[in-house]
């Protein structure tokens, strides 16, 4: 039996889970529990090119877990789990890399849930439930804002009065850190160049998206802040707007601070602007199909990424690299096009056939010759949380 780490990845109404051979850190067995909390809750397991889909009742993330657990003995890969590693969206200041959790570890958590009320109460949810089926196995909390702590304070900084930040923790921290802490290195890999000598600006584009800077494996600044609302525009939130616009829509739709904040993380975004879907394929279909909505909504997407981009050479000083991954930055060449074609003053031009070939698990240099190195790459946060949770495990890999 291989060895291997479990993955929890906890929403608030789900739980994706993966299974990582140690060795390999490749995933054996993974799937998603959907729906937690309400009347058609169901798991779903994938292994040996197999999926297969079970009803939870009204089952809660404990019911998932032990839904998980169940399959796992059945496919007698339960003895091989040596470790658990878990996704934290926030970790605020205290955490500046990942940690074995102990009764400390979650109490940090719960302190930084001010700043994420609905990502960090899931994951302590998902925690509690894996320390109380696996009470023996070390288990390890990866957070998505570590990766951004070297930001340095111009970077991170509001311009508010200095005593929130000091009181309250009121400063920019950023989001996806894992993923990008995956892709820098990758992206250095890929281009023959040392990691401590390369500067590059990536996008992580999914139903979250945003775009870092990060200079010799170090973020630099990025477009996430206090919350993942910050920046761009995404599946179904904002991204930037004008402070104001909380007193301005409080005034004219009677909305609470809860209702402008909703307003602005479910029904904006991709969603908000085309009035048809937060997902981007779906709008590139009818953008194309001669959709005008889905077209502007698009734009504007690739619009405030262009800018987001330009903007994020200036932490670097230079540029040797634009990457772009997450669902969107893998697959949508229709938007790398749209925003590359607003870049070439910063010497970035595609390669339309290559960037057509790169989707799908397709990964790759995709500029013209003479522009700046452009690339798509797959990004597997799953594997740098089963890495890291094995480091803290002293888990040999
Ligand atoms: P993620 O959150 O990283 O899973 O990314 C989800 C987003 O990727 C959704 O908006 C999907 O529509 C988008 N996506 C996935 N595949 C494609 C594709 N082939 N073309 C365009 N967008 C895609």
Redesign the pocket.
Known sequence: MKPSILVINCGSSSLKFALLDIQTQQATFSGIAEKLGQTDACITFKFSGRKEQQQLGQGDHATAVYALIQQLQTLSLLDSIKAIGHRVVHGGEHFKQSALIDDYVIAEIEKCAKLAPLHNPAHLLGIRTALQAFPTLPQVAVFDTSFHQSMPAHAYLYAVPLALYREHGVRRYGFHGTSYRYIAPEAARLLGKPLAETAMVCAH????ASVSAILGGHSMDTSMGLTPLEGLVM?TRSGDVDPGLFNYLATTLKLDVQGVTDLLNQQSG?LGLSELS???????DAALAGNEAAQLALQIFSYRLAKYIAALVVPLGRLDVLVFT???G???S??RAAVVGQLGFLGLALDNAANERC??GQAGLIQQSGSLPILVINTDEERMIALDTAALAGLNV
């Open positions: 584009l999914g139903n979250g599946g991709l937060n997902d981007c394929r779906e709008l590139e997450g669902g969107i893998e697959n949508s229709y938007l989707i799908r």
